[in-house]
């Protein structure tokens, strides 16, 4: 750092006149001087702080020998510098105020403050702090500065370092819940006024807290530094991750709003995080939902988005895990609908509001019944059915499941024990139940109870229950066996383990789940030699197989050219109840006909749904039935012309321009101009959607006074009209300039 006095003029050690070097006391001078610079003397030698004076120019006249010599410079070097360039702002300790240059420019007092020395003899940069007092002759001139320092490096150092560890993760090196929600605050607010989109994911990992349990808190955290790990591999410099404790991760993602780079990205962090980890020499796996909500769309207040992708995460979770889900405003709605859930549940099984329905489970090579699965339904005696995607995520985190799953075992074998048939019956285990050590005890105790054949019932498992200890899991597997039940491997080949567990686990059967039978039949579609894998697998174990989710004619043609020995799905039946599963036993009737449509169409989903279409300037109220990603089929209007544009307003301000293919009457179908994308879950939705900045600037409204859900402006009559084109139109420039700026 020498090099920088090199630069400088050197001035001369005798110097006189004003703002010249100050001279050394002499003899004549009075004792009580003669004490005065012995003190400060004293002081510097004692490293107390040293001693600094300027011009009346602003460069520097005099540095204490003490502080020469921890720069490594001479005076020479020193004298004549320029203040404002050899104390140099500290941008690190920048203070609220007003920087350095500005406070000598303008003669002020400094006052403890923070500067970075531009020059000296040591490799690394030396960091001061600066007190200093302007200096006035009789006639109010400007003489300079008169001023003490001392050296903060070591505890400016110290000071970053506690920062740094406020605002960061210890364990991962990723920013804390405090560094991000100062971030995520500062950000959503200076993008108010730019109008600009911020998105934010909320990640937590599935069946983290059995490998926690399971192998220790080391191996859970060696486990959470390589899932941060893999997060920054495809985040990179893209946005800011945040670890916001235990196993939840945040990603702030700036100037993003296409749902469909942002459902890629998620899949993309699923599948990454679902690989297996080694840890410890043990072969662990997880995997992780994710949850996502867009500013200004869902939310321009920090807290309001953080909720946003809150409820989206647990829409995911409530999904089945393993996926992620788009905010939209419905889900405040289940978020109450939850918790009424929540409530209701504890009572149900008191109430006798649940009850076992049973899915037939026929043979590929003619049809006849062989088993049947059992599915738990709920019927609420004010809101009806309940879905068990609603209610079974509840009963896991409430701690219901195993009480849930007892009940549901009891209840299938006392019902199936009635049965005229001996027929086979498969019951669901969720991997909280199998891993009580006193389950198969549990079994057997049933079975005696109901006085049911321990080889009639089949217990569920999915691939989950091998994220744990492996010797233990085996060891209920025999414990199973003994008992005389038989095993079903369910949903094989969507979890997050591979095929070593099938060489000891004891199953007598393998369920190809239905991702892999719907659509198989599609063009280009690799799901056939996947299942033909599958099959070939389970025929040399000497295992059985069932084709899950069976609809149509084509996939059952499919399943059966492709082996599989069972097949399950509606095309032969829904679930039903057990007395209707009586009627049926007792009439003999144990062949089922296919009936379902002759192909797969999954691009199309049947829907009754109210939605608006806009023409030029008028807005119509009409029913949409179908719904692809490419158009949709609609009923309302009479004979509109074939090539007549139009607008579909499916909500939330989700515009989807279109083209009029086909009309017949009150029907017409529409075709995308841009086709839509999932939702991660189910549903179909826009790429892009109406900014709350372009509805509050049409109603002429502060963005603060639109009402929670802003795009119920959109349905008023003064924004019905050519407004959304316009809406559209600046949404599209507004993209364009985003991409642009970054």
């Known amino acids: 750092m020498s090099g920088f006095f090199s630069k400088r003029s050197k001035a001369k050690a005798g110097a006189s006149g004003k703002g010249g070097k100050v001279a050394a006391a002499n003899d004549a001078e009075e004792p009580h001087m003669l004490s005065r610079l012995e003190l400060l003397e004293s002081f510097e030698n004692a490293g107390l702080g040293w001693f600094w004076a300027s011009d009346s120019e602003g460069r520097l006249i005099y540095l204490s020998p003490a502080a020469l010599k921890e720069l490594g410079v001479s005076e020479a070097d020193v004298v004549g510098a320029p203040l404002a360039e050899f104390f140099l702002q500290d941008e690190e300790s920048t203070r609220e105020g007003r920087p350095f240059k500005f406070v000598i420019s303008a003669r002020g007092s400094i006052s403890h403050h923070p500067v970075q020395i531009a020059g000296g003899g040591k490799e690394s940069g030396q960091y001061w702090e600066l007190t200093g007092v302007p200096q006035y002759d009789e006639e109010r001139n400007f003489l300079g500065y008169r001023g003490s320092a001392k050296d903060i490096t070591a505890s400016r150092s110290s000071r970053l370092d506690a920062e740094r560890m406020a605002e960061f993760d210890s364990l991962t090196g990723l920013a804390n819940r405090h560094r991000m929600n100062k971030r995520l605050e500062s950000t959503l607010k200076a993008f108010q006024a730019s109008q600009r989109s911020c998105a934010l994911l909320m990640l937590d990992l599935d069946r983290f807290k059995q490998v926690n349990d399971t192998h220790g808190h080391p191996a859970g955290d060696e486990l959470l530094k390589q899932v941060a790990n893999r997060i920054e591999r495809i ?112 009572a149900a099984i008191e109430n006798g509001d649940l009850r076992m329905y049973y899915q037939p489970i026929v043979k590929a090579k003619d049809h006849t019944l062989h088993c049947l699965e059992a599915l738990m339904r709920w019927e609420h005696p004010e809101r009806g059915f309940i879905p068990p995607s609603q209610f079974i995520p509840v ?56 006085r049911m054949p321990a080889g009639r ?18 060891t209920m597997f025999e414990e199973l066996k003994r008992i005389g039940v038989r095993l079903a491997l369910d949903d094989f080949g969507t979890g997050y383990s591979s095929l070593s567990y099938l060489q000891k686990a004891p199953f007598d059967k393998i369920k190809i789940d239905r991702a892999f039978v719907q659509g198989a039949t599609e063009k280009g579609n690799n799901n056939p030699a996947i299942m033909s894998a599958i099959v070939n697998l389970a025929e040399s174990l000497g295992m059985e197989t069932v084709a899950e989710g069976v609809e149509t004619k084509d996939e059952l043609n499919l399943v059966e050219e492709r082996g599989a020995s069972h097949i399950q799905g509606f095309i032969f039946s829904t679930a039903i109840s057990n007395e209707e599963l009586h009627e049926r036993l007792d009439s003999q009737e144990l062949k089922y006909e296919a009936r379902g449509p002759e192909r797969f169409r999954a691009e199309r989903k049947s829907v009754y749904r109210r939605v608006g279409m806009i023409h030029e300037d008028h807005r ?9 990603k490419t158009g949709a089929r609609v009923e309302g209007l009479l004979n509109v012309p074939i090539g007549t544009p139009v607008v579909l307003d499916l909500g939330g301000g989700q515009l989807a321009v279109a083209t009029v293919r086909r009309s017949d009457q009150f029907t017409q179908g529409l075709e995308f101009e841009t086709p839509l994308i999932s939702d991660g879950s189910d549903g179909l939705c826009t790429r892009h959607r109406v900014s709350p900045y372009e509805i509050a600037a049409a109603a002429n409204q502060p963005l603060a006074s639109l009402p929670e859900d802003p795009y119920a402006i959109l349905m008023a009559e003064n924004l019905a009209n050519g407004t959304r084109k316009q809406f559209m139109e600046v949404d599209i420039t507004n993209r364009s300039r985003q991409k642009k700026a970054g």
């Open 395 to 450: 009963a896991e985190e409430i701690g219901m499941i195993t009480e849930l799953g007892d009940w549901a075992l009891r209840e299938v074998c006392r019902e199936a024990a009635g049965w005229p048939f001996e027929l086979r019956v498969a019951v669901n285990v969720s991997a909280i139940q199998f891993a009580n050590d006193d389950f198969p005890k549990k079994v057997k105790e049933i079975l005696y109870e109901t």
């Open 620 to 628: 119509y109220h009409v029913v949409m039935r179908d719904l692809s």
């Open 235 to 346: 985040i990179g410099n893209k946005g800011e991750i945040a670890r916001l404790g235990g196993d939840e991760f945040q990603i702030m993602l700036q100037d993003m709003d296409d749902r469909a780079e942002l459902g890629e990205l998620a899949d993309r962090l699923i599948k990454m995080i679902s690989q297996p980890y080694q840890i410890n020499n043990t072969r662990v796996s997880i995997g992780t939902s994710v949850g996502v909500a867009v500013s200004p769309f869902d939310g321009v207040e920090p807290d309001e988005l953080v909720k946003a992708a809150d409820l989206a995460l647990y829409g995911a979770k409530a999904k089945g895990k393993g996926c992620y889900r788009f905010y939209n405003i419905d889900m405040r709605d289940g978020a109450q609908t939850r918790s009424r859930i929540e409530m209701d549940l504890r």
């Open 457 to 474: 019932l089949e217990l569920e498992i999915t691939e989950s229950v091998f994220v744990g200890d492996a010797d233990r899991t085996q």
